[in-house]
């Protein structure tokens, strides 16, 4: 009975004892000709003991990605490694077996307090700060209504007011001409969005069956470019959200 | 004078890179034009931001693509006016179809990829649900070169003695190592993670960050939650007709314990200096 209680407690005796783990680390100091050798030494041993670190913890990984329209908008990868880490002894810098190799050996270990302790710790998940609302201005980025003055090709100018509703609706108007109509979507990407112009109001003096390019500049400003039939560009201007 | 200009004209010559002179012009692939039930394909035009976004921005469109095969709910809403003016009749209808899936996606993996001749890069993606346990499709042979050390040590991206250290094994398909294409081609736990060179930064960290992102990616493969909308949009108004064809998504994984990564292959981009690493 005596001789099982010391077996059961030198099992329980190990079963809480510290781990603790041998770690080598190399770095080449051709990559760092600008370091000293101490900072050298920093590094490598930063390297051991991150090394060390993630063999006794273990390592959480997590990864978040938002996308919009074929386009990678905000990709997170969080990598958490956690605890306490202890040396045994000093550090044992060597050379390497290539030229400029730096090579450091710890021996590291956590108690079992310190396992207790990084497994109670929580770990977060990798989150994407307003995924929602960085999708909403992909998708908001043109709504709203834009006011502001064109150059047409022959040297005046016209004023521009086109509003884009939430629902996709687009109407254009050209207040000094007195006429204005309908802006039918075709391609829309991130920065730039090509409709065909329908001119449902108006005289003559309004280029009909044209084609209207908007350009991103930043929020609050546009470049707007109208093109007739045949391609040729009609007008230019900048537009400001208003 | 002048000739201590000349030889220093053909000493800079000498210095620069060499293009692999490589006749880049391969076959597609029957894949992209016909994949199977349980394959699906992303793609992506090149980016500044190098073949990493490239790749993820491929990978992420076929994984929506799987997400909205396998379950998705579907929303549509037209909207029709018709009105007469003095002399004429005009027709305006709006017809807006949505479509939203949220699924969790486990054991979806790189199958094949490739680059067309305008570097658009194609990736198809196996698994999901449906072809869990099936044998994988067969894939077409491809033509292969051997690594070119010299290409590498022309390149600039580090210093010689970095570059002479990087042993790269595999072969190279479209200027590229085989596994980038087709990772579980040499182990069936196979993940490439792809890192670009950033300013000031070492050869060490750029290995670092390369090797995570390769776990991110295993990580990813197992198990994946994927939020996606796509949108269509039909606008007619009279004569005039146009559409618009919107998609977002978001994708999380769990956070879980990672295992080290076991590199199995390293390659360094002589043109881009990204860093591509093969793990399992």
Redesign the interface.
Known sequence: MKKALLVLSLVGALALADKSVLKTATINQNSYPDKSVSELQEMVLKKAKSAAANEIYGEDMSSATVMANGRVLDDVVKKHSGGVIRLKGEPKYSNGKSFGELVVTIEAYATDEDIKNAASANVSEAQIDDADSKIEKVKRGFYGVWGGFAMRNDGSSKDVKIDISDAGEAIVAYPLQKCGGDLIIQEKGISLVKFKEKIVYGDSGCARDGVVWLQKVNDTQVTYTQFGKDGVELSKGTLYRE | MLKILFFLFVFLLAGCNKSPSVNKSTVPPKWISNPSQTQSIGS?VPNFQGVY?QH??AV??AK?DIAHNVKSQISSMLQNESFVTSNMATNKS?D?IEALSNVIMSHSYQADAHFDDDGKLFVLLEGGWSSVGKKPELLHEISTRPFDKQELVQSRC??P??LE?IQTRSSLFQDKPVWFFRPKSISKNGIVGIAEKEEKM???QQKRVAT??A??AA??ERMLQVKSKNEL?K?V??D?????Y?????????????D?LNIIDIWLDPKSCELYIYGE
């Open positions: 992506s976004m993820m921005n992420n469109m929506s709006k807006k580090y210093a003695a970095v250290s070492s050869f060490e995570a992102l776990q991110a990580l990813k949009l606008v108004d009279g005039v007709s146009g559409q618009v919107e998609s977002f998504m978001m994708t999380k994984s769990a956070s879980t314990k990672v080290e």
